[in-house]
């Protein structure tokens, strides 16, 4: 009786560590390792734990159990593709790279067979799994799309320097230009405000001039006035 109870809660705990690799993993891929050797096995792991990645084997049920626990068992089209044995890749990180251990395994032995894989929540089939391991690793992808975002800069950059080259000799251009060449501005008509500021000025001048008019005129007859007393004084003195 006890024998059975630790059988089970071992089997409890597997799944249970089993849906933990499942919710880590961003990418998984099921393969049938049946004629690999223990030792092709373990070269296999070894290679791709560097890479964040590790292979487990596990009964089919546990497998069944744990991705059903997770959701992913919906994924699963072929219903006896968990039938035969089954070993796990769970993919942390890059995938490329594991894949590509993957594939050369499968190249140079013809196994381990795949079944299916998934990723991001999307099953995909064992074609599309070795296209995948075709790809360059990410270094190589991050290079080339980094050249193709820099071609369009350099381009921006070359057409901005031609733009502002061509401002500046435009304003150069214009510096040189010789007075006489310069457009003749026409005469402006005076506003409403300039005539109002020069009217006072015009009947302040006129007023200014019959005032001196009026001086001179009492002048003169205050000197007419006095020239008759004199002559009137040089006769009686005579």
């Known amino acids: 009786m006890d024998k059975v109870s630790a059988n089970k809660q071992k089997k409890i705990e597997t799944v249970e560590k089993l849906v933990e690799k499942l919710q880590k993993a961003k990418a998984l891929v099921f393969a049938n390792y049946q004629g690999l050797t223990h030792k092709q096995l373990e070269d296999l792991k070894k290679k791709i734990r560097p890479l964040e990645a590790e292979m487990e084997v596990t009964k089919n049920t546990l497998l069944k159990r744990a991705l059903d626990k ?125 005539t109002a500021a020069t009217e006072p000025t015009e009947s302040v001048a006129e007023e200014l001039k019959t005032k001196q008019s009026e001086v001179s005129g009492q002048e003169s007859e205050v000197i007419q006035t006095e020239e008759p007393k004199e002559s009137q004084n040089k006769e009686e003195v005579n």
């Open 70 to 194: 997770t959701g992913d068992l919906k994924l699963v089209e072929d219903e006896k593709a968990l039938d035969q044995p089954t070993v796990t890749m769970f993919i942390y990180n890059d995938l490329v790279e594991p894949l590509k251990h993957l594939a050369k395994v499968i190249k140079e032995l013809n196994i381990p067979t795949i079944k299916f894989g998934i990723l991001d929540k999307k099953s995909i089939s064992s074609e599309q799994v070795l296209k995948l391991a075709s790809l360059p690793p990410k270094e190589v992808l991050l290079a080339q799309l980094f050249g193709n975002m820099k071609s369009p800069i350099s381009n921006f950059v070359l057409v901005l320097n031609s733009t502002t080259q061509k401002f500046v000799m435009t304003l150069g251009a214009i510096a040189k230009t010789k007075p006489s060449d310069a457009p003749v501005a026409e005469p402006v008509a005076p506003t409403i405000e300039q």
